[in-house]
C-alpha cells in the first residue's frame, strides 16, 4: 500500500480545499481510510475517517459540518473537502490507511492503528 496525499495550499478563512489521497493497494473493501492533522507545537490529531465496505464516515467535533470524507472506488482516492476553513485548520494534514482488520469506531481516533501514511500535505488558512 502507498499513499499519495495532495491539495493542500494557501487559502483565506472562510475558502474551501480539496485534499486528495491516491491509495495504491488499497480499495473500498479492504481499508479503511482517514485523516489526521498536525499543527505547528502539537501533536498529530484525527480528523475523519471513512470505513471500508459503506462502514460509514466519523469526524471530529471541530470539522462536523465543515469537512466531508469521501472514496471514490474507481480511482481508489479518498478526499477531504473542506469548506469554511478557519485560521485553527491550518496544519500539515496526513491521510492514513487501515489494512487488515477493520477498525473499530473506539480505535479509529489514535494513529498506532493506521499501518500505512501518505506523506503531509500543508494547508495554511491565512488572510
Known amino acids: 500500500v502507498q499513499l499519495q496525499a495532495s491539495g493542500g495550499g494557501l487559502v483565506q478563512p472562510g475558502g474551501s480545499l480539496r485534499l486528495s489521497c491516491a491509495a495504491s493497494?488499497?480499495?473500498?473493501?479492504?481499508?479503511?481510510m482517514a485523516w489526521f492533522r498536525q499543527a505547528p507545537g502539537k501533536e498529530r490529531a484525527w480528523v475523519a475517517v471513512i470505513r471500508r465496505s459503506g462502514g460509514g464516515t466519523y469526524y471530529t467535533d471541530s470539522v462536523k459540518g465543515r469537512f466531508t470524507i469521501t472514496r471514490e472506488s474507481a480511482e481508489n482516492t479518498v478526499y477531504l473537502q473542506m469548506n469554511n476553513l478557519k485560521p485553527e485548520d491550518t496544519a500539515v494534514y496526513y491521510c492514513?490507511?487501515?489494512?487488515?482488520?477493520?477498525?473499530?469506531?473506539?480505535?479509529?481516533?489514535?494513529?498506532?492503528?493506521?499501518?500505512?501514511w501518505g506523506q503531509g500535505t500543508q494547508v495554511t488558512v491565512s488572510s
Open positions: 493497494g488499497c480499495t473500498s473493501r479492504t481499508c479503511d
Open positions: 492514513a490507511a487501515k489494512s487488515g482488520g477493520r477498525i473499530i469506531i473506539s480505535a479509529m481516533q489514535s494513529d498506532r492503528n493506521y499501518d500505512k
